[in-house]
């Protein structure tokens, strides 16, 4: 049984930090490519960060704010936040993807920037 487990989200103040994990199981985690997606309240899904081979993505709106990393051998995915902005709230999600391979999600963690 394949399951991604966001964790890491919560309450935090503008100008903070968190750290979202992203656990895999039941997949060849090295096989997949990794992203960060969110979904604030009525809008569209969007995604924040992406690893892809061994290249980085983020929205413009993240740049230079979040870092997202993995380790292989944790089987986690990673995405730093920093200065974080109201803009920012949303539910996070993990997704895993691949050439000729299922995407999976994560059921989501809450990240809610405000003071």
């Known amino acids: 049984q394949v399951q991604l487990v966001e964790s890491g989200g919560g309450l935090v103040q503008p100008g903070g930090s968190l750290r979202l994990s992203c656990a895999a199981s039941g997949i060849i985690f090295s096989r997949y490519d990794m992203g960060w997606y969110r979904q604030a309240l009525g809008k569209q899904r969007e995604l924040v960060a992406g690893l892809t081979g061994g290249s980085t993505n983020y929205a413009d709106s993240v740049k230079g704010r979040f870092t997202v990393s993995r380790d292989n051998a944790k089987n986690t995915v990673y995405l730093q936040m920093n200065m974080l902005k109201p803009e920012d709230t949303a539910v996070y999600y993990c997704?895993?993807?691949?050439?000729?391979?299922?995407?999976?999600w994560g059921q989501g963690t809450q990240v809610t920037v405000s003071s």
């Open positions: 997704h895993a993807y691949g050439v000729g391979l299922r995407g999976y």
